[in-house]
């Protein structure tokens, strides 16, 4: 399976940057799809407030998927690379 790899840089309150890749077949080209994915990750870190936009989040490259990318795609449709202070 061929993915889309979204790179994607968010800043914190703390003034830290959360480093993240946005991994989604690469047939989805909508930025907005795209967002929804982050968005949802953040929201999972209880990280409600930030904002992610064209300007934190762009495309990057096509890769082929690992098996952990094809899992997580398959369940909820994206996976996240954490890269940098995701925690």
């Not at 993240?20 to 799809?33: N, T």
């Not at 990280?47 to 990318?69: D, G």
Request: aromatic share 10%; charged share 25%.
């Amino acid at each position: 399976m061929k993915v889309a790899v979204w790179d994607t840089y968010v800043s914190k309150a703390d003034g830290s940057v959360m480093h993240f890749d946005i991994i989604a077949p690469d047939h989805i080209k909508d930025e907005k799809i795209i967002h929804t994915f982050g968005k949802e990750y953040l929201q999972s870190k209880q990280l409600h407030s930030l904002t992610l936009t064209s300007r934190e989040c762009q495309f990057c490259h096509v890769e082929h998927a690992s098996e952990p990318m094809i899992k997580s795609i398959q369940e909820k449709g994206y996976y996240i690379l954490e890269m940098q202070n995701c925690n």
